[in-house]
């Protein structure tokens, strides 16, 4: 090639320059993908993306799919296991002969086992509350094998006679704690199961029903495979990286027919993950980009936990790890939580923000052991966690609700852009 050649390539090279620097980046937030992915795992397909019928694997799978599709360097699945107590069978209960519908009428405890009968009720006085005339009512022929019913909150308040109407030497069959409505479901505390069932019901259940038949029945799973699956994008770089979670399990079914679709809690981070994978593919990062979806979150962490004890890259390697849980919903002010080390990151944070008016504000609360930025906080990794509360879709939290129908798509674009200029600017 002669002198000529060279200068016009070089100019040729500059013109491109100044084309990239001028011109927006491709492919921003994919608000169309984002809903797809939201949908596909809020369906019945993944069923609440639980445990006793492979949802949550089932998903897993399909995530892993869509990272390769979206153009990752590398899918890796990452397998652990936990014990997990579930709710697949028989979920039936009348109230007096009266049919009551599973997740609307009544939810159960994760950690209750199953439990099949008719029992009389006996109702907890809140207002004159009496240990001593409790215990002896309890003892009466009349009143074995009741169940007790009781405001949940207030049973919180007696924790210590709960407790021992739960043990063996008390002649009682179960609880029913009133709560308020929607009712909720959890996993948290279910990798046990107690001696007796405990059931929500909510606030208007009848005042002085005379009996209830139960027919629920409960899976305890022992040593149960899942798996993280973890996408990464390479970078120019490999000395440090970057890392964006979601959690992609939720709580599964409850009795044969009823699963909880978890489109905010968490298919909405997960959808965001997987766009944000295909958006640094298409936009070569400086540092390694690595996508995990979690598995076992809303089984109190076990995926995270186990990750964070099994590290495929240095945890000190990782320049900045985001969590980013529930952001289906609508709420302008964004809560955040930020562990020690990342509260550099997050002057950034508020800079972005005031300058770019993403969100109207950014609220940092307290750092707590709600989702999978935790075991990193605690291992001194700089971590923030996204959590969108308080607007429309956050009252479905862990409710039937909570599905593709009900999830609101506000907070996606501002999340997405918040972090990958963050990225830009760390
Ligand atoms: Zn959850």
Known sequence: ?????????????????AIAFVAPRLDAQDLKHYKKVVKAL???KYQGRGYAKDGANKAGQYLAKEFAKAGVDEVICQPFKL???????????SVDGKKQVPGKDFTMREFAPGVKGEFGLYYIDTANYDSEKIFNDLAKPENKNVFVVCDFLYSYKRGKDFQRMQGKDCAVAGFLYTWEEPLKFYKAYGEKVVGKPIIWVPYRFPKDAKTIKLDIENKFLKNYECFNVIAKVEGRRHDSCYVFTAHYDHLGNLGKKVFYAGANDNASGTATIVTLAEYYTKNKPEFD????????ED???????????????????????FNIDMIGDNNPVQYCEVSDEGMRGYALFEKINNEKHHFKALNRGEL????????????????IFF???????????????DNYKNAVFDSYEPVFKIVTDFVDRY
């Not at 959590?387 to 609700?401: L, P, S």
Request: glycine share 8%.
């Open 387 to 401: 959590e969108n509360e308080q607007g429309d879709a956050f009252k479905y939290y862990h409710t039937i609700h």
């Open 1 to 17: 090639m002669n002198k000529k050649g060279i200068m016009n390539k070089r100019l040729f090279l500059g013109i491109l320059l």
């Open 42 to 44: 809020s369906s019945s």
């Open 83 to 93: 014990d997990i107590n579930t709710f697949p069978g028989k979920m039936a209960m």
């Open 289 to 296: 980009m690595y996508f995990i979806a979690f598995s076992g």
């Open 368 to 383: 707590a052991g709600n989702s999978d930025h935790y075991p990193f906080a605690v291992r001194h990794v700089p971590c």
């Open 299 to 321: 089984a109190n962490l076990r995926g995270s936990e186990f990750f964070a004890n099994n590290p495929i890259v240095p945890l000190e390697q990782i320049k900045y790890l």
